[in-house]
């Protein structure tokens, strides 16, 4: 098999009929029916797909589902608004709320977010 093969193997979403909770779909919007979510990978409003390990994807929602039954809980970061509400694992959403609570604003984590950021970027890690 040819690492181009082996790699798209690594990246592939549910097939057929998925199951409620399972990620359908990476880098498009939402469709009936799903949810936005995106990890736990530290960003700002405006941190783009792939940027220091971020990822968004969409996750199969029907109708009736309670998204915390797999621990989705609706995400405070301010990540992309005019995308309207998203999700997040319940840990990042309470680090979230616990950091704006502690620096008083969203902005406020903002600039801790992008100050570990670069102090990351400095670090050797090879």
Partial sequence: ?????????????????????????????????????????????????????????????????DPASEEWEVCPCGWRPELGKHYAKADHVQWWHEQTKERGSLQAVYREVRRRQREYRNTDVG
């Fill in 1 to 65: 098999m040819t690492k181009a093969r082996k790699r798209k193997r690594v990246h592939r979403v549910a097939r057929g009929k998925p199951k409620p909770g399972h990620i359908v779909a990476h880098n498009r919007r939402r469709r009936k029916g799903e949810i936005l979510c995106h990890n736990h990978v530290l960003h700002t409003a405006a941190t783009a797909n792939g940027v220091h390990g971020f990822r968004w994807f969409t996750v199969c929602a029907p109708a009736g589902w």
